[in-house]
């Protein structure tokens, strides 16, 4: 059983495992205050192109969305997403749990723009609602797709004229990063966004997210943050090894093209068999749509999420592709598929 379901499936580069152990041993001063995390920070800004941002090392994806969205927002505040949106969707309603509401946005292709944010805005119009003030987007985008330069620089633009937050979920941004239509770089990021952050555990890390904070409003005390919601790891050292080895040469991006280019080779094959896609992913998920009779007899050898019926006969399915993705084992589902195809 060979599993496409998620990006995170196997445990960690070899590198990182021989740095952890190789560190194994050593005394180091806790909570993200040693030389590892120090040197890590540095090594990101230089990445980054911008000194004048704080970075903060996290164990996973939703814990540093909830430290990040309720440490920016006032009690009164909300959170604005796209409808197929990680803090909406698949977050167990963790923004909601600290007393921001999350206002969703129907989209058609996972991403917000200025009009789509402006209709909410003149939807909440005073003090009997609650205040729209954080952007939430993430790129790659839940359904794989990902922001243009062009995009950005919009939203960015929107959200200065209208005094809101943009925060960027980054979980999937290696693989968005590396994406052949891709145009934006981390300064990018760090120049249009009021925070951002790196995701690890989903590009080769053993656990991991960096977040960044742009907007100097943002910074101050967020160790507290970290520290009241839990969050605050005592062996921090462990982040700060895997993130200098993801980013002291180009570790990062080239786990990151693995993926896609497994992802690609995916889409290639099953484009050519006639197969649609209920989404346009340039990134490392794909959302084909089988015949469930097809995707019946797949899965008595590969692992993958049923996503959502399209009619009585077919259904889509989310096939994720990970640094570490065999490229046999890519070859032998496009195999294991054209004997299904009639």
């Known amino acids: 059983m060979y599993s496409f379901t998620n990006d995170y499936s196997e445990g960690t580069h070899p590198r990182i495992l021989a740095a952890l152990s190789e560190s194994n041993l050593q005394q180091n001063i806790g909570y993200g205050q040693d030389i590892y995390c120090a040197k890590a920070m540095d090594t990101l800004k230089k990445k980054i192109g911008h000194d004048n941002i704080d970075i903060h090392f996290l164990v996973g994806g939703t814990q540093t969305n909830l430290i990040a969205i309720s440490a920016f927002l006032r009690p009164h505040e909300a959170a604005i997403a796209a409808d197929t949106g990680h803090i909406l969707v698949h977050e167990t309603g963790a923004i909601e749990a600290t007393g921001h509401k999350a206002i969703s946005v129907h989209t058609t292709d996972g991403k917000l723009t200025a009009e789509l944010i402006n209709s909410v805005l003149q939807a909440h119009t005073d003090e ?22 062009t995009e950005l620089k919009s939203l960015s633009r929107f959200c200065r004229e209208k005094n809101l ?12 990063l590396c994406s052949s239509e891709n145009d934006l770089q981390l300064s990018d990021l760090a120049e249009l966004t009021d925070a951002f952050y790196i995701g690890g555990t989903k590009n080769g890390a053993l656990f991991g997210e960096a977040l960044v904070i742009c907007n100097d409003s943002l910074k101050e005390d967020f160790r507290f943050h970290i520290k009241q919601k839990g969050a ?13 080895e993801l980013f002291k040469d180009d570790l ?20 050519e068999l006639g197969y649609k896609f209920s989404s346009n992913s340039p990134s490392n998920q794909l959302f084909p749509i089988f015949p469930n009779k097809i995707i019946d007899e797949l899965e008595e050898n590969y692992s ?34 054209k004997k299904l195809t009639v």
Request: proline letters at 1%; aromatic letters at 10%; charged letters at 25%.
């Open 304 to 337: 993958f999420n049923r996503c959502e019926k399209v009619d009585d006969k077919n259904s889509c399915i989310r096939l994720v592709t990970s640094w570490a993705t065999k490229e046999d084992a890519v070859l032998d589902f496009i195999k294991a598929l």
């Open 165 to 176: 937050i943009l925060f960027l979920d980054g979980a999937r941004l290696g693989s968005a």
């Open 252 to 271: 990062y991006f080239e786990l990151a093209a693995h993926a896609n280019k497994m992802a690609n080779i995916l889409k290639k094959n099953i484009t």
């Open 128 to 149: 009997h609602m609650v205040k729209p003030k954080l952007v939430y987007i993430s790129d790659s985008t839940e359904i794989g797709s990902i922001y243009t330069k």
């Open 232 to 244: 605050m790891l005592a062996k921090g050292w462990l982040l700060g090894i895997q993130f200098f």
